[in-house]
């Protein structure tokens, strides 16, 4: 028998307790009972998010969300800066190419950042530019910009900042409104432990003030619609009751643990796996401050990536993840976010040990997890 | 103690087993254990849809899902014609609306249908019509429109017609190929028996042919894409995987029980379920075909039909649901597809026969109960 364990950067596992909450007999969207539940999970996320404005839950993946900030905050010819260093910032430039969007693209390697100093450069160099678009986490490269930079670079003009929060929300610590952050964009089955299904968009004042203007077309994922059945406390449409439920129980579940201690423990897991990987000789993929929702880790040469997540899976019952497009075969990606632990770690990095050996590399057994025990030994 | 039973037109109650098998631990939609489970519910899905073509399955609901059909077959300033008859038309106008389409308007009275012969005229009268948008089931109302009759009237013409099926899939016949419907739209949380989240699409070739020349801008629903992926057995982007796994589980319950008979068992609720609210000397709302997913009852003069969903509700603790818009507090409906059976409904006339009682309206009690008992005693 090997357990199954899912640490792939999302979706993620997702606890028991929840799954079983998300078993009950459905309950309808127009009940009291939902009634309850829309208003508890609506001020709880307000605390998630940092935030005092309203979180919206509308029903689709994280992608659908990414669109909608667009769609609901641009028009058609209007200029924008994409931060592109991975292939999450590839789908902003898909999703405003889609929608005739006029973009100045800010290029980094991947595993790489790009500096808020060219962001700057590049509105002063551009003037009228409406929105900058990144990523907070870039989970296929594993690195986490600098949003808060970011954010004090664009507070000072008209752009709004819109951020893909998918794989960073709960994970990695984001103020929205302490920051300046304009656009926050995220999903159900990553930081919350949730499956697939449900997205979360928050919008600032300014925000919304680009709203008013936006002139793109949009219905489904109308979000100032949205909003006014929101404050009322209904549902525009039919939502994703059944994740809904789930995201009350999980909500519950970070507000017992303390948004902070969850913060700690997702930096904790990120430092003892890239230790673990370090101890066995491998290197970072990031050249810059690394994601605490995933650690991406280079092979040796002559080693395919691919075959280390085929072998996490088939001789370990271990879902994690390889490289897209450059990083195809030259990297794979351990996820640690949401319902993880320290011995999920531990589980990993001993994964990873017997499959460098499988893989006929050097394996001094043990050396990663002792890395990890360190790490893990530091807590207070 | 009182069950609580949902016969809401929507959400729809979901089987403990399917509830159970949703609620198994996350697997991972590039593992093979998805790739099985996709494989089967593709091919199970155009068996529902009654197609040779692909059904796609985005992660949103059924407005979504209708917004998909008009954003991605449409381009702004086309010439659209919408059958409207009750709320749902009202959401293909507002659609339309956002995205610019010149809409010629069918109405008809609430309660009432468009006959096809209004539809064929109105496609002479303006020539280069796009598409011919409308519901089949128009839960708003209980009216079944006659899709059939429209399809061999667009057939003819270069206009595709686009069929909400969101509460007739697998509850009334609607073979797509033979009837030459172009576009079907539908979604998981009625006929489908799944918690809301997950929609579906299906194009014919004439449909595909209107979507290469549609110049609206989408993204997270571009069908195109998504049938790229599909094709390849593959996900465009992470999908609902929790209700796809519960999707298996449906499919496979309703070819055990055979479309054929689904849909017979779905007939005979409704009409039992109309037969007992006309033995209890109310009226039927629908003044033509009335749909086999849900009876919309009007109420004796001077009862607010919103009272007696409150009753259903407190005294015994059946989600039922009233009208809307112009027959708010005049109509109540009760909806019985999906996961209904014949003793569902005689359990809602018995509640209903009580709270017509609780009213303080004349009641012949067990007369409802009767005349839905001869119906289902016609059982071959």
Redesign the interface.
């Given at each position: 028998m090997k357990k199954?364990q899912?640490m792939?950067p999302?979706?993620?596992?997702?606890p028991s307790e929840v799954?079983?909450a998300?078993?009950?007999?459905?309950?309808?969207?127009?009940?009291p009972e939902y009634d309850a539940l829309f208003r508890e999970v609506r001020e709880a996320l307000k605390r998630l998010v940092q935030t005092r404005e309203d979180v919206l839950t509308p029903?689709?993946?994280?992608?659908?969300a990414?669109?909608a900030a667009v769609?609901n905050t641009l028009s058609?010819g209007d200029r924008v800066i994409v931060v592109n260093a991975g292939a999450f910032a590839q789908r902003w430039l898909?999703?405003c190419k889609?929608?005739?969007l006029n973009v100045v693209e800010l290029e980094a390697p991947h595993g790489e950042t790009v500096a808020a100093a060219r962001i700057a450069e590049a509105l002063r160099a551009n003037p009228g530019v409406k929105a900058v678009l990144v990523q907070h986490s870039e989970s296929s490269t594993g690195v986490l910009h600098d949003v808060r930079a970011y954010a004090q670079v664009t507070g000072g003009t008209e752009a709004i900042l819109i951020v893909d929060a998918v794989s960073s929300l709960g994970i990695a610590d984001l103020p929205m409104d302490a920051w300046g952050i304009d656009v926050i964009v995220s999903?159900s089955?990553k930081g919350l432990m949730l499956?697939?299904?449900?997205s979360l968009l928050a919008l600032s004042e300014k925000a919304w003030g680009a709203a008013k203007q936006s002139k793109?077309?949009?219905?489904?994922?109308?979000l100032a619609e949205e909003r006014k059945y929101a404050q009322r406390n209904e549902a525009r449409?039919?939502?994703?009751?059944?994740?809904m439920v789930g995201l009350r129980e999980v909500l519950r579940m970070i507000e017992a643990e303390g948004l902070v201690e969850v913060f700690r423990r997702h930096d904790r897991l990120s430092r003892a796996t890239r230790a673990g990987a370090e101890a066995l000789g491998l290197t970072l993929f990031p050249k810059t401050t690394p994601s605490p929702a995933l650690t991406a880790v280079q092979v040796p040469p002559g080693v395919d990536a691919d075959r280390v997540v085929e072998r996490f899976?088939t001789s370990h019952n271990i879902?994690i993840?390889g490289g897209r497009g450059p990083t195809k075969g030259k990297i794979f990606r351990i996820g640690h976010m949401g319902y993880v632990a320290d011995f999920d770690v531990i589980s990993a990095l001993a994964a990873l040990e017997q499959v460098l050996y499988e893989l006929g590399q050097p394996v001094d057994f043990g050396a990663g997890l002792r890395a990890a025990q360190k790490i893990f030994s530091e807590r207070s």
């Open positions: 199954y899912l792939a999302g979706p993620t596992p997702v799954l079983l998300m078993a009950r007999p459905i309950i309808h969207h127009r009940a029903a689709c993946t994280g992608t659908g990414m669109e769609s058609a898909a999703i889609a929608y005739g999903a089955q499956p697939p299904g449900l793109l077309p949009k219905y489904y994922l109308d449409f039919t939502p994703a009751v059944s994740i899976a879902t993840d």
